[in-house]
């Protein structure tokens, strides 16, 4: 089992944009750099679902992030270190129910391109 393969495909690259979508059919990893004020938003999520956000902060500085509903967070309270430019955070969520997600946050300073 490919656990980064959604129904259709592999890691899908999302460019920085004001919304971006990740489309849980497609794949269970996606990554996008945060230039800009941005708004994450997931669709076709099925219950049990595990799915990773790798994101990335340009040296260029914070930007603001927002985050689709039902996000229950396990990460010390830390939801967004917007200090931490330059660097790359791991989100991996689990859907466990209609709208509903579990999410833990990986810290990862100045991280090696892929």
Do not use: E, K
């Not at 959604?6 to 849980?24: E, K, Y």
């Not at 990773?52 to 930007?63: F, I, K, Q």
């Not at 509903?69 to 991996?92: E, H, K, M, P, Q």
């Amino acid at each position: 089992m490919n656990l980064f393969a959604g129904t259709d495909g592999g890691f899908v690259i999302h460019p920085p944009a004001a919304a971006v979508n990740c489309d849980l059919r497609a794949s269970n990893a996606h990554a996008l750099t945060i230039a800009a004020d941005t708004t994450i938003t997931v669709s076709n999520p099925t219950i049990g679902q595990l799915f990773l956000l790798r994101l990335t902060v340009p040296a260029s500085g914070p930007s603001n992030l927002y985050w689709f509903a039902g996000i229950t967070w396990y990460a010390n309270g830390i939801v967004w270190d917007v200090a931490r430019f330059g660097s790359t955070v791991l989100v991996a969520c689990l859907c466990t129910g209609v709208g509903t997600y579990d999410a833990v946050l990986f810290l990862s300073a100045n991280p090696q391109p892929s």
